[in-house]
Structure formats: structure tokens, C-alpha cells
């Protein structure tokens, strides 16, 4: 039995990458198969995702803005940084309890940006060239949201996100774009990727998407 194991922890990068070679042919797919440690799962809608660090990235704030901005990663490290500690609920139903998650309040950015009074809400977009996201512009200002760079007290490794990734806390997994790159301010909602194609724009956590999963704590 250990010997089972110890093989199918050898196998696993090959099986990766096997998954992915499947989901290129399809790049609506989602890249979920196998676990990534600690309970969750890795997704991409991409068949493969570029890795950036410190040396590149880049986040951009622009939009309905008085001050469109550029940071760096050790400029987010700079800024006030908030820790919570809550419940990850995946909409396929699977959840890690007490996952502890730190970065600037999303609200803090966007204080600093100079929000404009016609702006109603935020676009998020990311480096792997696919994923979307939105929130209402009072979702955004939640203190329980946050440009996270930490994650279960590590900076957030690749698989899950990283350098920077959004974390909606109240809201179902989808709604905490990884690999995140820009945020835009804007008029309106505009339905991210999983909205397009069927998924609650507004994925709270117990009350949207048909399921009755118990409110994260």
C-alpha cells in the first residue's frame, strides 16, 4: 500500500499534465481532476497558465478612476494587509474549513484609485488570457474581499493563484479569480467567465446556484 502510494505521488505531475493536454483540445474545459493539496482542486479553463513573480507582475487598476495605477508585487506586499480566516466552498460542493487567506482589501485599491460617482461595479481579469470576474461595486467594498497574496499562511503558490489572486470570502470559489492581473472599474455588471455560461452572477454562498450549502464561518 505505501508503495501504491508513494507511486501515485510520483505519477502525479504526468497526470497533470495529461489533463491538460486532454482540455487544450477544449479550452472550456476545467482542469479539476486531480487535487492540489489540502483538500482542493485545481481548475483552469486554460491548458496552460504562464508563471509570473515579483520580477513581473503587474496589476493594473484602471476605469471609471481619477488615478489608474500599476503595482508591483513587492508594492502590494507594501500596503496594509488583512487576515481572514474562513471557509472555502467550492459550487461542486467541496469545502476546506478554516483556510486563512491575507492581501489589501480590495476597497483600500480602489479608495486610492479615486472611484468616479458614475462607477457601479468591477472587472476582474487575469494573466491566464481567459478568466473573468465582477462584482457590484458595493460587493467590492466588503471588508471580507481581498487582492490576497498569502494563502494558509504562504505566499500563494501557482497552483492556487498565485502570485496575487482575488478572495470574495461570502461568496462561492468562482467568484475568486486567480492569476488575477486587472482590475477595471466600470458602469455596469458584466457577467464573468463561468456567468456566461450559466453560473450566478451573484454566488453567495447557501443562497445561489441551487444549492444549500451552509454559509462559510
Given at each position: 500500500?505505501?508503495?501504491a ?43 496552460s ?14 476605469g ?11 508594492e ?21 474549513p ?41 460587493q ?13 499562511d ?15 470570502a ?48
Amino acid at each position: 500500500m505505501l508503495g501504491a502510494g508513494a507511486l501515485g505521488v510520483a505519477a502525479a505531475p504526468a497526470l497533470q499534465r495529461a489533463v491538460e493536454s486532454v482540455t487544450s483540445k477544449d479550452p472550456t474545459g476545467v482542469t479539476g481532476l486531480l487535487p492540489a493539496g489540502g483538500g482542493f482542486r485545481y481548475y483552469s479553463v486554460t491548458a496552460s497558465v504562464p508563471h509570473k513573480d515579483e520580477r513581473n507582475y503587474r496589476l493594473t487598476v484602471d476605469g471609471l478612476v481619477d488615478r489608474p495605477t500599476t503595482y508591483t508585487l513587492p508594492e502590494l506586499r507594501a500596503l496594509p494587509q488583512t487576515r481572514l480566516l474562513r471557509d472555502v466552498q467550492c459550487v461542486t460542493g467541496w469545502r476546506v474549513p478554516h483556510t486563512p487567506f491575507e492581501g489589501v482589501r480590495l476597497s483600500r485599491i480602489l479608495a486610492d484609485a479615486g472611484v468616479r460617482p458614475t462607477a457601479r461595479a468591477v472587472r476582474l481579469t487575469c494573466f491566464d488570457g481567459a478568466y473573468s470576474e465582477s462584482l457590484t461595486l458595493q460587493q467590492a467594498r466588503r471588508d471580507d474581499v481581498l487582492v490576497a497574496l498569502r494563502m494558509q499562511d504562504k505566499d500563494l503558490g501557482h497552483t492556487h493563484g498565485g502570485p496575487v489572486r482575488l478572495y470574495v470570502a461570502p461568496m462561492y470559489f468562482y467568484k475568486s479569480a486567480k492569476w488575477l492581473s486587472g482590475i477595471t472599474v466600470t458602469d455596469e455588471v458584466r457577467p464573468g467567465y463561468w456567468e456566461d455560461r450559466g453560473y450566478d452572477v451573484d454566488a453567495w454562498v447557501g443562497r445561489s446556484n441551487g444549492r444549500g450549502d451552509a454559509p462559510t464561518g
